[in-house]
Nanobody, 119 residues
Framework: VQLQASGGGLVQAGGSLRLSCAASGSMYSSHAMGWFRQAPGKEREYVSGVSWSGSTYYRDSVKGRFTISRENVKNTVTLQMNNLKPEDTAVYYC??????????????WGQGTLVTVSS
């Protein structure tokens, strides 16, 4: 599975960005798709995930601000990020895994896209 992410950039606090990721290769609709992020000097963290049927997970710090969605036919996943905060600054990675309920099942990774939120 190959993943191509896009949509990062620089935005002021309170602004919005939309990340997109397209998967190709041996992709099954039953795979979970998700987003992780890694800020400088910090460990990678699981931000959001979505099952093939549309069930979702969000980490507490992004609930109410981020929305994840996917199109199974196109093998794409999108992360709409609103009301961005400086602490959201990180490299964001899309990923494909077995289940959205367990971050450790994600085995395929995109190249990462940088999101910078200025205060």
């Amino acid at each position: 599975v190959q993943l191509q992410a896009s949509g990062g950039g620089l935005v002021q606090a309170g602004g919005s960005l939309r990340l997109s990721c397209a998967a190709s290769g041996s992709m099954y609709s039953s795979h979970a798709m998700g987003w992780f992020r890694q800020a400088p000097g910090k460990e990678r963290e699981y931000v959001s995930g979505v099952s093939w049927s549309g069930s979702t997970y969000y980490r507490d710090s992004v609930k109410g601000r981020f929305t994840i969605s996917r199109e199974n036919v196109k093998n794409t996943v999108t992360l709409q990020m609103n009301n961005l905060k400086p602490e959201d600054t990180a490299v964001y990675y899309c990923a494909v895994g077995t289940t959205y309920l367990n971050s450790r099942t994600y085995k395929y990774w995109g190249q990462g896209t940088l999101v910078t939120v200025s205060s």
